[in-house]
């Protein structure tokens, strides 16, 4: 007899797919995805040009768009850089949802340069701001130059994001592009033209019926003049309130920016120059307090509100034994206070519960007191707080904790 046999089959292999297993947060489900939006080139984008080119879809969310800009053709030999270049070349930034609702909307240093520097919505540690890209190059001789940036629109993980399948209904950008005076004070024969490319980072749509947290819920960026300006007599400021501009959300944070009455950011307020009002061009007060509805939340010296900032975020420390080394610099006459610190002393960037975001409402009123502030310079009779705040204005509640995880 022969004996019966058995065989046994085996299993067949998994397709090759990034599907997960149902059930958990939305990041699970949407993996990172970018795409191009467009390339507009250097002889069409020229110096005082405007640039609303309309943006694609992508199949997911966006959380927001790089830029980079690319200057070349210039012939000079003996190029000097305007104040604020090159994150000048631009002198109005819009970025609109498909409503029309201004995301964020300013002057280009601010938008392009401190947005991503002090918001953490770019990156982190040596990259939060984008003159540490490997994609940067500063302005040669000749006055060529290559930057980029971000727009951002998530401010934590996933929680901010803009859908962007629908073809019908998406963000618009719209750039205003600079006279060459505003990147160069002194050029012979200034580059053709700007090439601006814009990509988009997204989220893909989920492979399961999830939905980011909060869908619907925005950060805008709002850039504003506080009121009133700062009264100089040259040698030192008026002791008095400057008042932020009334807002209405929940605040993630506050940058502030000092400026003389020529338009140029004060300079030499380092800390370690000495108390403000010592050093020509110091323009903060030796002691500032933050009042929020007539309340001091912060009085304290301004160096060690520098300080504040350097644990918070890494901008102005110096690192040890490197000569004067900043890893990243603090850009004078700037300053910002993070509300994206509950997780620790740090503002970890995306990473982060909005517990302490500052709950506003339309009739709260911000302040900033100097008594007095700093020195100006014998001809500045006047100086000027901008206010460059982020706002989380949600749909619902306001999500709180790490939905993500």
Not at 57 to 84: E, H, I, N
Not at 114 to 134: I, W
Not at 314 to 323: D, K, V, Y
Not at 351 to 375: C, K, M, R
């Amino acid at each position: 007899m022969s004996q019966a046999t058995t065989a046994t089959v085996a299993g067949r292999p998994q397709p090759q797919t990034t599907a997960q297993p149902s059930g958990g947060p939305f990041v699970r489900h949407a993996p990172d995805g970018r795409r191009a939006q467009y390339v507009i080139a250097a002889a069409s984008a020229l110096w005082g040009g405007f640039v609303s080119q309309p943006t694609v879809s992508m199949p997911g969310y966006c959380k927001g768009y790089r830029l980079q800009f690319y200057a070349s053709g210039g012939t000079g030999s003996s190029v000097v850089a305007a104040t604020d270049a090159p994150y000048s070349l631009a002198s109005l930034v819009q970025m609109k949802d498909a409503f029309g609702t201004q995301l964020l909307t300013g002057p280009g240093y601010e938008i392009l340069n401190l947005v991503p520097l002090y918001s953490g919505q770019f990156g982190t540690d040596l990259m939060r701001t984008p003159l540490n890209s490997p994609q940067y190059s500063a302005i040669s001789s000749a006055g060529n130059f290559q930057i980029s940036s971000y727009i951002p629109f998530e401010f934590a993980k996933a929680y901010g994001v803009i859908s962007g399948a629908n073809a019908a209904l998406l963000p618009v950008l719209q750039l205003n592009i600079a006279a060459s005076s505003a990147i160069y004070s002194t050029l012979s024969t200034a580059p053709t033209g700007v090439q601006v490319t814009l990509d988009s980072d997204f989220y893909w749509l989920p492979s399961a019926p999830t939905d980011p947290p909060g869908l619907g819920t925005t950060c805008q960026w709002i850039f504003q003049q506080a009121t009133p300006t700062i009264a100089s007599s040259g040698t030192t400021g008026s002791s008095q309130l400057v008042q932020f501009p009334r807002l209405g959300g929940y605040l993630t944070t506050l940058i502030m920016e000092l400026r003389d009455s020529a338009g140029a950011r004060m300079t030499g307020d380092s800390p370690s120059a000495g108390y403000a009002g010592t050093t020509a061009g110091q323009g903060w007060p030796q002691r500032p307090k933050l009042l929020v509805d007539g309340v001091p939340l912060v009085d304290t010296l301004w160096g060690t509100w520098c300080e504040d900032l350097a644990i918070a975020t890494g901008i102005g420390a110096i690192e040890a034994n490197a000569s004067s080394a900043i890893p990243v610099a603090r850009p004078s006459g700037t300053f910002a206070i993070s509300r994206k610190t509950s997780l620790a002393q740090r503002d970890f960037g995306l990473l982060d519960t909005g517990e302490i975001f500052l709950s506003t409402n339309p009739g709260t009123q911000i302040e900033v007191a100097g008594y007095p502030w700093g020195y100006s310079n014998s001809s500045t009779t006047y100086m000027t707080l901008n206010a460059i705040v982020g706002q989380v204005v949600p749909t619902g509640a306001l999500v709180q904790g790490l939905p993500e995880v």
